[in-house]
């Protein structure tokens, strides 16, 4: 969640159809981190979040141009924090690699790769994580913490 509290909705010993692809739903373990993605500036220089909403915190918001957006919605540092301790527990229960990209760019060969991934590794149209995430610091945090 925004504060870093974790809820399990699924055990991950079975699987989901949340890609809506058998292999690669039967090879995940899906973690999802609430954000509000991308805001768009309107003509009265406010930021409106998808929803149409005003997003009223100017500090949260970073300006990067990426897939078709410019800004977007800082994840916290209590959100690290808690996708870290809950990525080294996983990493170490079902003995996944603690690899990770340090980047959020589609990877086109993905079929030996054995560790973490984020979705938008995955296809061109998803934009989850965003460039919001400190996707370098992220890496090297969890890679620190190898024990396999």
């Given at each position: 969640?925004e504060?870093?509290e ?20 039967s ?15 309107d ?20 300006a ?8 977007w919605v ?17 990493t ?13 760019t ?28 400190d996707?370098?610091?992220f890496?090297?945090n ?7």
């Amino acid at each position: 969640s925004e504060n870093g509290e974790i809820f399990n909705h699924f055990d991950p010993e079975f699987q989901s159809s949340f890609f809506n692809d058998k292999y690669l739903d039967s090879k995940s373990i899906i973690i999802l981190i609430e954000n509000m993605g991308w805001v768009e500036k309107d003509e009265k220089n406010r930021f409106i979040t998808i929803y149409g909403d005003i997003y009223g915190n100017l500090d949260n918001v970073m300006a990067k141009r990426w897939r078709d957006h410019e800004f977007w919605v800082k994840y916290n540092e209590k959100q690290v924090t808690a996708a870290l301790d809950l990525i080294n527990y996983l990493t170490d229960e079902f003995y996944i690699p603690k690899t990770i990209f340090g980047h959020n760019t589609k990877i086109d060969d993905l079929a030996d790769y054995q560790g973490v991934l984020y979705k938008s590794n995955l296809e061109k149209h998803y934009n989850d994580l965003t460039p919001a995430w400190d996707f370098k610091t992220f890496k090297e945090n969890l890679e620190k913490k190898h024990i396999l």
